[in-house]
């Protein structure tokens, strides 16, 4: 609900270039809804959040564990592509707690924001063309440089345009940093047998249900395999969409009542996951809920 009303902000985040996360923990809708009840239904919202277009990502962490490396994930590359970085969770796991090995903390370094003054070139254009589309960003009042940012079109130095050549060149500078996400992208978890007789197809927290169920039906003979997705966007196809041709059966499970990741992944790779288990009446996707739908 609260996100719906700050949207404009995820465009000025990417026409400023500048880092931000953003977590939406999903609960139904429209509306008020149910306020306190779960779904996966804002997908293709925070897809499509903002006017305009510009690279995104969004992580959708699986449960606890993934919760907190994906935050600190999500910090890293915001900073480093200078824009909007979404966590995409729901209300279930933002609620739900359970005990987990601890984390080394050693091993999680800071995240650096901004580069070192001293590294900028004279005069400073903090909208400078690159060819990995990553302009220098220096902190305002860090340095003796002016740092200029605008809600406008502008200029490498970040003053307001409508010059129609740099509008061109500023839009393309801002997509180049797509590659660089697309060379980052976790690739969705595969368990389960290579030519399985069913795939199961799910992301974020209904990932522990999708096993549950998993193991069940293979305990009843089936050959089985999961695909769970911890990161929706952008997506790679060579990473899952062998997994998908390989299977005799695709199913997805999702908690909401269209199967967004499932047209998602038609819409970039044309393969129509035709059965799928939805659930949205506010609870969680459970084993039993899945088993039940399949018989």
Request: one cysteine or more; glycine letters at 8%; aromatic letters at 8%.
């Amino acid at each position: 609900g609260g996100f719906a009303l700050m949207v404009e902000g995820v465009s000025l985040a990417a026409m400023t270039e500048t880092p931000v996360v953003v977590v939406v923990a999903q609960r139904p809708g429209p509306a008020t809804g149910l306020p306190t009840r779960t779904e996966q239904a804002d997908l293709e919202l925070v897809l499509y959040a903002g006017h305009g277009e510009f690279p995104r990502v969004i992580l959708t962490p699986t449960d606890v564990e993934e919760c907190f490396q994906l935050t600190r994930q999500a910090f890293l590359l915001a900073e480093h592509y200078q824009g909007p970085i979404f966590i995409l969770t729901d209300q279930m796991l933002a609620d739900c707690y359970r005990p987990v090995e601890p984390f080394d903390l050693d091993q999680v370094l800071p995240v650096r924001t901004g580069i070192d003054p001293n590294q900028v070139a004279t005069p400073y254009q903090r909208y400078a063309f690159t060819q990995d589309g990553i302009s220098p960003r220096l902190l305002p009042g860090g340095s003796p440089h002016l740092v200029v940012a605008d809600s406008d079109e502008h200029t490498e130095d970040g003053h307001l345009t409508e010059d129609l050549e740099v509008r061109k060149r500023m839009v393309e500078k801002r997509w180049r940093k797509l590659q660089g996400m697309l060379a980052e992208v976790i690739a969705p978890a595969y368990q389960g047998e290579e030519h399985p007789e069913c795939l199961l197809v799910t992301w974020g927290s209904s990932k522990g249900a999708v096993l549950e169920a998993a193991a069940e039906l293979l305990k009843q003979g089936k050959r089985m395999a999961t695909l769970c997705f911890s990161q929706v966007w952008p997506l790679v196809p060579d990473q899952f969409l062998p997994r998908l041709l390989a299977a005799e059966e695709v199913i997805g499970v999702e908690g909401n009542s269209t199967g967004q990741l499932a047209r998602l992944i038609r819409q970039e790779t044309g393969f129509h996951i035709r059965k799928q288990v939805l659930r949205y009446d506010g609870l969680p996707v459970t084993p039993e809920y899945i088993l039940r739908e399949l018989r």
